[in-house]
């Protein structure tokens, strides 16, 4: 088993362009998470989905859309990049076996964004 | 105040020390979770507990329910365990949301 993979692992962009940035797991994982981190905060939630065809609001929404269509992937798009969405972006997934009981979350390897 | 708060941020060890890392929540929780990140690398979950006291060959985490705080201890510590240590709250309920503290940074030198 690959784990929690992400793509691209890293990437340059110009103010204004737009881009996907994917995450795929292979252990038939309902939930998925898609979080940034900056330098000096922890790790700050964007949106994320607990089936597929759905997704909601994180933390930090705010220039971020997302995608599940299928139920191992779980697309991240910026539409209009900005310099604040320079990060480290992080992908996990995890499989509540009970839905009162909290698991462990699986994170991808990330993907570095620098939005010049 | 940051619901997830670590001691200290950066902590500077030399090989065979004892470790320990604090972490304070002010959020309930369904468990606490212990992740670690080495330099330029990925994310590992170390631990998720909700009560008591797990080990696992050298980490030792310990949670206080009651006083809503959590410890990592690494005991004869070694250059690999050099990392960031990161502790998370658990929400629990039907997201399996986790909010993260900041992380602490182990610089352990030969």
């Known amino acids: 088993n690959a784990g929690v993979t992400q793509t691209p692992k890293f990437r340059v962009l110009k103010t204004g362009q737009s881009m996907t940035l994917l995450c795929a797991q292979d252990?038939?994982?309902?939930?998925m998470y898609w979080y940034r981190q900056d330098p000096g905060m922890g790790l700050r939630l964007i949106h994320y989905s607990v089936g597929e065809g759905t997704t909601a609001k994180g933390e930090v929404p705010d220039g971020y859309n997302v995608s599940r269509l299928k139920k191992q992937n779980f697309l991240l798009g910026l539409e209009s990049a900005a310099p604040s969405q320079t990060s480290v972006y992080f992908c996990a997934s995890s499989y509540p076996i009970d839905r009162g009981w909290q698991e462990t979350q699986y994170f991808g390897p990330g993907t570095r964004l620098l939005v010049l | 105040k940051n619901e997830v708060e670590q001691s200290p941020q950066n902590l500077t060890a030399q090989e065979g020390e004892f470790i320990t890392i604090n972490c304070s929540y002010s959020v309930g929780i369904s468990a606490l979770h212990w992740l670690q990140q080495h330099p330029g690398g990925g994310i590992v979950s170390l631990f998720m507990?909700?009560?008591g006291k797990k080990k696992h060959g050298r980490l030792i985490a310990t949670i206080n329910i009651q006083e809503k705080h959590s410890s990592l201890h690494i005991t004869a510590s070694h250059p690999r365990d050099s990392a960031v240590y990161i502790c998370a709250a658990g929400e629990g309920g039907a997201t399996n949301k986790l909010i993260f503290g900041t992380g602490t940074l182990l610089a352990v030198q030969p």
């Open positions: 252990m038939n994982h309902e939930y």
């Open positions: 507990l909700s009560s």
